[in-house]
């Protein structure tokens, strides 16, 4: 049973150019969030998607936009990249809207230099 | 006030003994409790999950949850070097239906 997968593991971008990370939800898992987590901090919610809909959204700017495909899987892109967007993101997959009990993938490290 | 805060660490604890982490949250009718553990260039990987008062096994490790004091923690025991790695706190604020991390404590076990 494959687990939560993401693409690309290590990328590196200029500022102010455009990235786009994909991922693939744990099987029977319609629910898929989106982290970031810069370096000595703990993972900070961008938003969540189901139904192909966002349903939550943190505390981020509109540069971050995602999108959920019929099959579940997900992007998160993000435009106008800033030095202070280096981080790790994480997509995390779940059965419901509620939050609970999400599961990580391994994640894609994002470098803006 | 951050709404879920832990000590950065970094904790030392000599293996065998018993390693104590904690972690308070701001929101009073936050139901749900999560501990995840990340290794180094990993990714959070969850570890235990709690959601009534009291106390939570599973092998080495147990939960403690006080709702009237706002305060979660994670005692590991008979701690082994494997389990150095920073460990996060998540709370699902009520309402919110996201999870809120603390930003880690980093835990070394020293053999």
């Known amino acids: 049973d494959a687990g939560v997968t993401q693409s690309p593991t290590h990328l590196i971008k200029t500022r102010g150019q455009q990235v786009t990370l994909r991922c693939s939800p744990k099987s029977g898992h319609d629910t898929v969030s989106w982290y970031q987590q810069a370096l000595g901090q703990g993972p900070q919610f961008i938003f969540q998607y189901y139904e192909e809909e966002e349903r939550q959204r943190g505390n981020f700017p509109d540069r971050f936009s995602g999108h959920q495909f019929p099959n579940y899987s997900s992007e998160l892109n993000v435009n106008a990249l800033l030095l202070g967007d280096s981080a790790l993101y994480l997509c995390a997959s779940s059965l419901d809207l509620s939050g609970n009990t999400i599961y990580f993938g391994e994640g894609s490290w994002l470098t803006v230099v | 006030q951050k709404e879920v805060e832990q000590n950065s660490g970094p904790l030392s604890v000599p293996e065998g003994a018993i390693a104590s982490l904690n972690c308070t949250y701001s929101?009073?009718?936050?139901?749900?409790f999560f501990w995840y553990r990340q290794y180094s260039g990993k990714s959070p990987e969850l570890i235990m999950s709690i959601y009534s008062n009291g106390d939570k096994e599973d092998g080495r490790f147990t939960a403690q949850l006080n709702k009237a004091s706002q305060y979660v923690s994670l005692l590991i025991r008979d701690s082994q070097p494997s389990d150095s790695a920073t460990y996060l706190c998540?709370?699902?604020?009520?309402?919110?239906?996201?999870?809120?991390f603390g930003q880690g404590t980093r835990l070394t076990i020293n053999p």
């Open positions: 998540a709370v699902n604020i009520q309402g919110a239906q996201k999870l809120v």
């Open positions: 929101d009073r009718g936050s139901q749900s």
